[in-house]
């Protein structure tokens, strides 16, 4: 075969290969197998990145946070507030109404310190970095959380007072004018420290026509559980509170209406519903046996009661047919 002939086969094949390459059902298939594959990787691939930060955070959060601090210039306090809220504008990412908010918390939900790795989220994310940052920093510094509204914002203490911090807005947020305007803090109906909400910090925030004191009379070390108004998955709504060794609890609230419960050793409880319109009140509990509680707790005890004489007549049968054998 002489040499031309096959260098013409070739091209013919060539030329073959390439047109079907280019027909529009060859592209069409490509085109849904990729698409099948992005559809069915991407969720692996989520999920791998996901536990690498969790990883680094576990392992690196400590380093990572050090370096982050180490880069934020350290002068009188209040400068270096505006200094971390600077750094925090520049380089995180605000995920209100994004679709990556859903990501970010995601991540964040079991570890915390996974924001210093992906550096996005919103409010609960940027409180957090805040106030782990100024830590570092050696300032007096706090997280404040609250029942009401979906939100969480920092303090920190100059010139002898906490001063509040928004750090998703930036250095506007230092001190900002919201905190003292009775429409935005009529949203709040009780505003606590950290995640312990039996430090109540309720009556800096609510303004003073807006603010009840309840006292709440039950039985001894009882659990005082107080529904707020207006109760919805994305902000907290239930306040978990106990009386005192003499049965006294008191409570700073905003004014509106409450179902308020008592809980004493689980089976003796009382609910009432109340409208809380004055700037004292004092509702009084006398629980009683609660009758489904008892009912439900006879019956467990009951079928574990049932369970190990069944288990141990099946042992002793199996004891006894062993000992005849």
Not at 7 to 13: L, Q, R, T
Not at 197 to 219: A, F, G, M, R
Not at 236 to 243: G, Q, S, Y
Request: net charge neutral; with cysteine.
């Amino acid at each position: 075969m002489k040499i031309d002939e096959i260098w013409e086969k070739i091209v013919s094949f060539g030329k073959s290969r390439i047109d079907r390459l280019l027909s529009p059902k060859f592209l069409k298939d490509i085109i849904v197998i990729l698409i099948l594959v992005v559809i069915f990787s991407s969720p692996i691939l989520i999920f791998l990145q996901v536990i690498s930060i969790h990883v680094n955070a576990i392992f690196y959060s400590n380093s990572i946070l050090d370096d982050i601090s180490n880069s934020i210039p350290s002068n009188v306090s209040s400068d270096t507030v505006f200094n971390i809220l600077d750094w925090q504008k520049k380089n995180f990412i605000l995920t209100y109404a994004h679709p990556l908010n859903a990501y970010c918390k995601s991540i964040s939900l079991y570890n915390l310190n996974t924001v210093f790795l992906t550096q996005c989220g919103s409010c609960g994310e940027y409180t957090y970095a805040f106030v782990e940052i100024a830590k570092r920093k050696n300032l007096t510094v706090r997280q404040i959380n609250n029942i009401g509204i979906d939100h969480t914002w920092a303090e920190v203490f100059e010139n002898g007072e906490w001063i509040p911090v928004d750090s998703t807005m930036g250095r506007d947020g230092y001190n900002d004018s919201k905190f003292y305007d009775c429409s935005y803090t009529g949203g709040l109906k009780y505003v606590f420290v950290n995640y312990s909400q039996d430090i109540d910090i309720t009556s800096k925030y609510i303004c003073e026509n807006d603010l009840v004191h309840l006292q709440i009379q039950s039985t001894p070390n009882s659990l005082i559980l107080i529904k707020t108004p207006g109760c919805n998955m994305l902000a907290p709504c239930n306040l978990f509170r106990n009386t005192d060794k003499n049965g006294f609890l008191e409570v700073n609230l905003s004014k509106g209406n409450y179902t308020i419960s008592t809980d004493s050793f689980f089976l003796f409880t009382e609910e009432k519903n109340a409208s809380l319109v004055n700037t004292y009140e004092q509702i009084e509990f006398s629980p009683t046996l609660n009758i489904q509680r008892c009912v439900f707790f006879s019956g467990i005890i009951l079928f574990f009661v049932g369970l190990g004489m069944i288990i141990g007549g099946l042992f002793l049968k199996t004891k006894q047919t062993r000992k005849n054998q």
